[in-house]
């Protein structure tokens, strides 16, 4: 069975500081996306950023960043300039490897922002 | 434009009895998907509709669990007989097909705001 691993269950950080949310996946695809996705306590899932692993170059979407390192099937999240409104669950996930593409997702980090 | 939307927001049920949840995807969107999230396991799949195929029902935990999708837009999620283990939120996804999506945001699920399930 595909796995995604997050291995933070929680994570703090002060205001308008920087954090950095790990991820660890296993594939044997050489081809495909990945998802950061944010669950604030209204439930609702929001797309942060999502990344093609072809692609060299780490997406970046404001202040949110990910560092992809495909041979080490890592792919981190990086929130800079922290605003108490980033204060959510966070879920890595990607896409299965049949056609259905449903997403497996890792077991979450709760992010909390400090004022 | 709409996003997915779920109804009803939160249900609270006695146990036995059958509860319908109802997804409405984003319009041109033919791939819906059911997840589950419960505190012991985490998101897990439920069950993939892509147009008029058939479903993929490989994540249903049980025959209490089944899934429709009407002329290939709204959903409904059945629980019979409904358990205590039942209890979790309920979320639907909606995604452009696989063939049809361009290259850049390729397939990429965008979720509702869930069904929060309660069985006392």
């Known amino acids: 069975a595909q796995t995604v691993t997050q291995s933070q269950p929680e994570m703090s950080v002060q205001e308008a500081e920087t954090v950095t949310l790990s991820c660890t996946y296993d594939t044997s695809e050489s081809d495909y996306y990945l998802f950061w996705y944010k669950q604030p306590p209204s439930r609702q899932m929001i797309l942060v950023i999502r990344?093609?692993?072809?692609?060299?170059q780490n997406a970046t979407e404001n202040r949110f960043s990910v560092n992809f390192q495909k041979a080490a099937k890592s792919f981190s999240l990086k929130i800079s300039d922290s605003q108490l409104g980033d204060a959510a669950m966070y879920f890595c996930a990607r896409p299965s490897n049949n056609a259905g593409n449903m997403l497996t997702f890792g077991g979450g980090t709760r992010l909390m922002v400090k004022p | 434009g709409a996003g997915v939307s779920q109804s009803p927001s939160n249900k609270v049920t006695e146990k036995g009895k059958d509860v319908e949840l109802r997804c409405d995807p984003i319009?041109?969107?033919?791939?819906l998907y059911w997840y589950r999230q419960s505190l012991g396991q985490g998101l897990e799949f439920l069950i993939y509709f892509q147009g008029n195929s058939a479903p993929d029902k490989s994540g249903l935990p049980s025959d209490r669990f089944s899934a429709e999708r009407t002329g290939g837009s709204v959903s409904t999620l059945t629980i019979q007989r409904t358990q205590q283990e039942d209890s979790a939120v309920y979320l639907c996804?909606?995604?452009?097909?696989?063939?049809?999506?361009?290259?850049?945001?390729?397939?990429?699920?965008?979720f509702g705001p869930g069904t929060r399930l309660l069985v006392l």
């Open positions: 996804a909606s995604s452009l097909p696989r063939d049809r999506a361009p290259k850049g945001p390729k397939e990429t699920q965008y």
């Open positions: 319009s041109g969107h033919t791939a």
């Open positions: 990344q093609e692993a072809y692609k060299q």
